[in-house]
């Protein structure tokens, strides 16, 4: 016999009361009165209203000049907006003309587009959202932080609900009500060029770090709607290339993919964005077992659902499964989508009126989603403000927001490695860099303020560094400040550096008076199809840079700036220390400056699994097969570094993990003692990451789950203990009827090196 529970890994709520028991509740009465706010409301709108509201068109088609060739200084067009909000009743506006805006630049534009909406019958006031993804990314001079890989090496949830409640601040000043953003696809592969949008490759990491972002938005001072992306599957292309096919059988859909939906959407997140590309043979724009059945039926969803960028004409123009574009209409709307980001012509809502009209589409289905439209517009309260900016006055401070934003960049940087073997005694720690000896600074990303930043930073790509924050270091500016400026020789390349310039930078070197070299290495911004990549083998210019300079017998320490892992295995072994920075954003430098000179005690883990070979893709979580080697021998999963590496200068060392019995009844809640010890004379953050073990199972079980993380302080010198409590129903997973089930039978639970076994038996009929 089995405990059949809801289908999502973790869950502990049962089948029967899952959408009731867990979802936060709404008080009573304020339920009721919006719910009667908005039906007063549909009541008076015609067809067209309606066909408006379920409409999003991108801030370019009411501004002067040609959509996305716009005349500068980019302002509004008094005609299109007459057109666009009071003829044919848009409700909907997202994005920037390209770049970044003023606070006051934003102002002006959503006052002018709320005073044109406010012309139009129904006066209903426009939703606005933006791409703030690591803070307020369109809102010239705003505080950025690191990007959420950056986040989820960091562990700590409370520190990144922070960081989303600063970034709503902001973004609510600009006058921005909607955010598009948290991303909760896993990211299960590193070619996939939007990797390091996510929280990493563990559902229960990013199901965590999404709940704390979206309770960051929505719930603080200034609270603006969340949207989650990409719903569902987006991160799985087959190719690794963006929006390429997915093929995700139902059960890895669910043991994988829709935790973290399920989570954010128990938060109460507002919206949910879908998922560009297609599933099965089945573009997500056009299924409705993915938006109606899992969505609104299983996970119990009452928001609002918005399509990604014209993804209902690419249901035509690119996945070839609608004639054209009214049949495609027709087909995301039937399948469960509510608003068409279209978002760059004019004919999605005539086109929709004629499909009702026409007895395609009821009206009463168009009523469901322009009834979601009207609360969020409700919730966000919209209808009190009519949309309108909060005073340009009260724009926060930067300075109150800051450090939020600097404390998650020092969090995040990683330590990798730090066994060096030029050394005085080999082997030995490189790191922190001590001494008064000159520092080589070099490599492509060691001046670049964008590479510290990435995508979605100023314009899309995040390349232009008109738009960098004024003011803000690079890594080498930073390596200045903290190490002195006499102790600093850099020299700078660019990402197509060649072998000339590699033997320049050798020719000049004096191994002497060099203490070290401090290789920055890694990407330039890119995202979506723009960084999809053939391979992720570290660049060849990048990799011959380290072996030169090892070969001058001086300690090497790379830092990598990027957002996904290359591999560069044969050039590891000449690295005598390896700092992982990811994406930190504007307050990376100073942050890697004070990790790599010990002003900071290092304390990041990294999220994913770092491959040591370019066709290794495997996770943490990967089954016991995947072990097996060419040679038919076990052992075979060797990758570069693991799912939760990060070491620290002063080592913390796990002793033992104790439980209170052997044998425990479906049910119970497992408590557990981890014992450390910090062997050094720092003190130090240790993040304890606990896994279980399912022996055997009815589906092959994973090698790990992660289970629980937990971040201390431990003392130097000291040893402490730290508790947990695993609930049994949580020991499940997805089994062969597509459903959450708990088997009985032998488990383990794992910190580190140190293990534990137990027993999962069924209640005693004495014991209901």
Not at 371 to 395: E, H, N, Q, V, W
Not at 453 to 467: E, I, L, V
Not at 498 to 527: K, S, W
Request: glycine share 10%; with cysteine; proline share 6%.
């Amino acid at each position: 016999m089995r405990l059949n529970t809801v289908f999502l890994s973790g869950f502990s709520c049962m089948s029967i009361g899952f959408l009731s028991s867990c979802r936060p509740s709404v008080a009573p009465d304020l339920s009721e009165k919006k719910t009667a706010f908005v039906d007063s409301v549909l009541r008076t709108m015609s067809l067209e209203d309606k066909a408006g509201e379920m409409t999003q068109l991108t801030l370019d088609m009411v501004c002067v000049g040609k959509p996305f060739k716009l005349e500068k200084p980019h302002r509004l067009d008094t005609t299109k907006l007459q057109k666009v909000l009071v003829d044919l009743k848009v409700g909907s506006i997202l994005n920037c003309g390209g770049h970044a805006y003023s606070p006051a630049q934003w102002h002006e534009f959503i006052s002018g587009i709320q005073s044109a909406a406010a012309q139009k019958t129904t006066g209903i006031p426009v939703l606005y959202g933006i791409d703030a993804i690591h803070g307020a990314t369109y809102t010239s001079g705003a505080v950025l932080g690191p990007q959420q890989i950056g986040l989820a090496a960091t562990w700590d949830t409370a520190l990144v609900r922070k960081f989303a409640e600063n970034a709503a601040i902001e973004v609510t000043a600009s006058g921005i009500p909607w955010n598009f953003s948290p991303v909760l696809d896993v990211a299960r592969d590193a070619r996939w060029p939007r990797f390091w949008e996510t929280f990493g490759e563990a559902p229960k990491l990013v199901s965590d770090m999404g709940v704390a972002m979206v309770k960051g938005y929505q719930e603080g001072p200034a609270p603006i709607a969340a949207t989650l992306k990409h719903y569902v599957g987006y991160s799985r292309p087959l190719t690794g290339k963006d929006r390429t096919p997915a093929w995700i059988p139902e059960r890895q859909l669910r043991q994988i993919f829709l935790p973290p939906f399920a989570a954010a959407i128990d938060a109460g997140a507002a919206s949910i964005m879908v998922n560009s590309g297609e599933v099965n043979g089945i573009p997500v724009h056009a299924d409705h077992h993915i938006l109606t059945d899992i969505l609104r039926e299983d996970l119990g969803f009452e928001g609002m659902v918005v399509t990604d960028w014209e993804d209902i004409k690419y249901l035509f123009k690119r996945h070839k499964v609608a004639a054209n574009y009214k049949d495609a209409i027709e087909m995301a709307i039937h399948a469960g989508i509510d608003m068409s980001m279209v978002p760059g012509d004019l004919k999605f809502p005539g086109l929709l009126m004629e499909l009702v009209r026409e007895g395609r589409i009821s009206e009463a289905r168009i009523d469901e989603s322009v009834r979601r439209i009207l609360s969020m517009k409700y919730d966000l309260g919209l209808f009190r403000t009519g949309g309108m900016p909060p005073a340009l006055a009260d724009y926060p401070a930067k300075e109150s927001l800051e450090g939020t934003a600097a404390r998650a960049a020092l969090e995040s940087i990683t330590l990798l490695k730090n066994e060096g073997q030029h050394a005085v005694n080999e082997g030995d720690p490189i790191l922190p860099i001590g001494g008064k000896g000159r520092i080589l600074v070099t490599g492509p990303t060691a001046n670049s303020l964008n590479a510290l930043n990435g995508g979605w930073t100023g314009t899309w790509q995040g390349r232009d560094t008109t738009y960098n924050t004024p003011g803000r270091p690079t890594a080498v500016e930073s390596m200045r400040e903290v190490f002195g400026e006499d102790r600093i020789a850099f020299a700078g390349v660019d990402m197509d550096f060649t072998d000339a310039d590699v033997a320049d930078i050798t020719r000049n070197l004096n191994p002497v008076t060099t203490q070290c070299a401090v290789v920055f290495l890694g990407e330039m911004p890119y995202t979506e199809g723009k960084g999809s990549v053939e391979d992720i083998e570290l660049f060849d210019n990048q990799q011959n840079l380290v072996k030169a300079l090892h070969g001058k017998g001086i300690p090497v320490i790379g830092v990598y700036a990027g957002g996904r892992p290359r591999t560069f295995s044969n050039m590891e072994p000449m690295l005598d220390a390896f700092v992982m920075a990811y994406l930190p954003g504007d307050y990376g430098a100073r942050a890697i400056a004070d990790v790599l000179s010990g002003n900071f005690n290092p304390s990041g883990r990294l999220p994913f699994t770092w491959p040591r070979y370019a066709s290794a893709h495997l996770t943490y979580d990967h089954k016991h097969t995947e072990n097996l080697s060419a040679k038919l021998d076990w052992g075979d999963f060797n990758p570069l570094y693991t799912f939760g590496s990060g070491l620290s200068y002063s080592n913390v060392e796990t002793t033992s993990i104790a439980l209170t019995d052997s044998v425990f009844q479906m049910g119970d809640v497992i408590d557990i003692t981890v014992s450390l010890q910090n062997t050094g004379t720092r003190s130090t953050t240790e993040t304890v990451i606990l896994y279980s073990q399912d022996r055997v199972a009815s589906i092959t079980p994973s090698v790990d789950e992660l289970k629980a993380f937990k971040q201390v302080v431990v003392p130097a010198g000291a040893t402490i203990e730290v508790n947990f409590n695993v609930s049994t129903e949580g020991l499940g997973f997805i089994g062969q009827e597509n459903t959450y089930t708990v088997e009985p039978g032998a488990f383990g639970l794992r910190v580190k090196d140190q293990t534990v076994d137990f027993e999962l038996i069924q209640q005693s009929n004495n014991n209901p």
